[in-house]
T-cell receptor, first 114, second 111 residues
């Protein structure tokens, strides 16, 4: 699920499967990372976040993994449901000279089949 | 419990017209952001602010100006609209220890 130009990457899974959505971030000065879910016609909704001093954080059915060495973030969704179908974005917030700047990855379209 | 409110929700402009989009948040957040989202694309940062009276350029600032005269408001201005500025605009606010909360978006068409 990495960014590939103008077309969003897609991930199709069956209901009940686990989903993994990946994201590469660019700035080693980023100190805070967020995953968002966006449904059609709506603004992005918060799913889970992680700070740069952690490498894993778990929520309800979701887990975020952070690998600072390779600047990689992943979102794992357990027992994926049709209601999880949406576009998922990772975001990184700059903790350096441009502190507070929040930029987004290209996004991944998740489709869950019943 | 309003959160982040964007005004207007829809607007059609003629090329060359100007307009201001208003974003208001009631969560006392320090950080505020303006993004644009084109069909099938991600969110691109236009401008942002890390506190009242401060603004900074994002990834796509050309053709836009912003102001943050009050902590709760972040205004996005288009001085001379162009068809390339047709997009959905999202405002967000956040704090140092919280995620960014988004408004519902403003759908702008420039003809």
């Amino acid at each position: 699920g990495e960014s590939v130009g103008l077309h969003l990457p897609t991930l199709s899974v069956q209901e009940g499967d686990n989903s993994i959505i990946n994201c590469a971030y660019s700035n080693s000065a980023s100190d805070y990372f967020i995953w968002y879910k966006q449904e059609s016609g709506k603004g992005p909704q918060f799913i889970i976040d992680i700070r740069s001093n952690m490498d894993k954080r778990q929520g309800q059915r979701v887990t975020v993994l952070l690998n600072k060495t390779v600047k990689h973030l992943s979102l794992q969704i357990a027992a994926t449901q049709p209601g999880d179908s949406a576009v998922y974005f990772c975001a990184e917030r700059n903790g350096g000279t441009s502190y507070g700047k929040l930029t987004f990855g290209q996004g991944t379209i998740l489709t869950v089949h019943p | 419990n309003a959160g982040v409110t964007q005004t207007p929700k829809f607007r059609v402009l003629k090329t060359g017209q100007s307009m201001t989009l208003l974003c208001a948040q009631d969560m006392n957040h320090e950080y505020m952001y303006w993004y644009r989202q084109d069909p099938g694309m991600g969110l691109r940062l236009i401008h942002y602010s890390v506190g009242e009276g401060t603004t900074a350029k994002g990834e796509v600032p050309d053709g836009y100006n912003v102001s943050r005269l009050k902590k709760q408001n972040f205004l996005l201005g288009l001085e001379s609209a162009a068809p390339s500025q047709t997009s959905v605009y999202f405002c967000a606010s956040g704090g140092g220890n919280t995620e960014a909360f988004f408004g519902q978006g403003t759908r702008l068409t420039v003809v």
